[in-house]
Nanobody, 116 residues
Framework: QVQLVESGGGLVQAGGSLRLSCLASGKIFSINDMAWYRQAPGKQRKLVATITRTGTSNYADSVKGRFTISRDNAKNTVDLQMNSLKPEDTAVYYC??????????WGQGTQVTVSS
């Protein structure tokens, strides 16, 4: 099993920045890809960014150029730096980890609210 705990959410004005962090524990050696997802009220959970164990990242078009995902395998963390935030970025953000046998784990989520 893998446990994921997010931190860093909060309230910020449009144009501001926030940094989310996710700490993994448990069978961390089994983790391959990690990602951040978000879910706005009344909408489906959507992928924001992914990063492989070797550091290759991908982003949703809506956040390209504004968000940066990073990973520290030694510290078992994955961060999401969010700049130039927009009201439409408001959502609960979830950390996700996928193991080498396609097992999947989720954090409890952290709220990000961007005011206009």
């Amino acid at each position: 099993q893998v446990q994921l705990v997010e931190s860093g959410g909060g309230l910020v004005q449009a144009g501001g920045s926030l940094r989310l962090s996710c700490l993994a524990s448990g069978k961390i050696f089994s983790i391959n890809d990690m990602a951040w997802y978000r879910q706005a009220p009344g909408k489906q959970r959507k992928l924001v960014a992914t990063i492989t164990r070797t550091g290759t990242s991908n982003y949703a078009d809506s956040v390209k150029g504004r968000f940066t995902i990073s990973r520290d395998n030694a510290k078992n963390t994955v961060d999401l730096q969010m700049n130039s935030l927009k009201p439409e970025d408001t959502a609960v953000y979830y950390c996700n980890a996928v193991g080498y046998i396609a097992d999947e784990y989720w954090g409890q989520g952290t709220q990000v609210t961007v005011s206009s």
